[in-house]
């Protein structure tokens, strides 16, 4: 069997797979059973006649075949899929860019950048998602995204450890800060002593996002009296009186009212920076556009 023969349908799972981490996951994307995923799977490695997944507790990584594959059908499938709709008389969306960022950042950066590039670029299509760091990255490399904002915190690694290395840009770097009720205790002064947060009710993101939310810095088992996943949610559980979060600096100018947010002294320093990601090859014009509205934005609000 050649790799010829490897079909559209394989392909399609394969790049899903690479992008989510897991089978499981890919096959509730796809709405496929995950026998169904790991026979097409197993059929596109027998086409390229050597593994194309590593197999691992925590999901699956590609091998050096794998990457191969998974940036040659991305290609495939956008090629298919721009051929549909040529034939189906639908307008061609080589202006089109596929964005993903973490949780914060749609919040200022991205609604910023689209709404300008909107402005300049009109015919300049962006699509959107969150998630997290490893979703985003996988899917860089699965080529379902053309950018990605990514939050990096110290001692500031790479994202990930394939090769070839992301190019990666640091967009800020500012501290990290405290969000509080405005008539709590904490909110009298200019900044938050590190030891003033022993004890406090923290309000933090759930699962694997747990602590974020709580200050990295403590030298306790944090109390979490609340999680959420979006920020929106928890600054008004701040507002409410309902404990505290950490919350990035730039942030400061969309809280609610009945909110402060405070630098901490004392302990190490806790800078964040924001990076924009993209595999190293060139961009396409409107992704360039988007890159430098994103850096914009960025710079533009102090971030």
């Not at 899929?81 to 089109?96: F, K, Y």
Request: glycine share 8%.
């Amino acid at each position: 069997m050649a790799f010829t023969d490897a079909s559209l349908t394989a392909l399609r799972v394969f790049r899903e797979v690479a992008e989510r981490g897991t089978l499981t996951a890919a096959a509730t994307a796809l709405g496929y059973t995950q026998s169904a995923v790991s026979r097409q799977i197993a059929s596109l490695e027998r086409a390229a006649g050597t593994a194309l997944l590593e197999r691992r507790y925590d999901g699956v990584r590609l091998t050096a075949a794998g990457r191969v594959v998974v940036r040659r059908a991305a290609a495939v499938i956008d090629e298919v899929d721009a051929a549909s709709r040529e034939l189906a008389g639908l307008p061609d969306e080589q202006g089109t860019v596929r964005l993903g960022w973490f949780a914060s950042a749609g919040s200022w950066v991205v609604p910023q950048a689209v709404a300008a590039l909107r402005r300049t670029h009109p015919a300049v299509t962006v699509l959107t998602r969150e998630g997290n760091t490893p979703a985003l990255v996988r899917a860089l490399r699965a080529g379902t995204l053309d950018l990605a904002l990514l939050s990096s915190a110290p001692p500031f690694r790479p994202p990930d450890t394939e090769s070839p290395a992301l190019e990666l840009q640091v967009l800020t770097q500012r501290s990290l800060r405290v969000a509080v009720p405005a008539e709590h205790p904490l909110a009298r002064g200019e900044f938050i002593d590190i030891a003033d947060l022993r004890g406090r009710g923290w309000i933090a993101g759930p699962g694997d996002d747990r602590v974020m939310g709580v200050w990295p810095g403590l030298d306790e088992r944090p109390l979490i009296v609340h999680t959420a996943r979006d920020w929106l949610a928890k600054v008004q559980l701040v507002a409410a009186g309902a404990g505290i979060t950490t919350i990035p600096a730039a942030l400061e100018a969309v809280v609610p009212p009945g909110v402060r947010i405070l630098p901490v002294r004392g302990g190490p320093a806790e800078e964040r920076r924001i990076l924009l990601a993209h595999l190293p090859q060139p961009l396409p014009e409107p992704v360039v556009r988007l890159a430098a509205a994103l850096r914009t934005a960025a710079i533009g609000t102090g971030g």
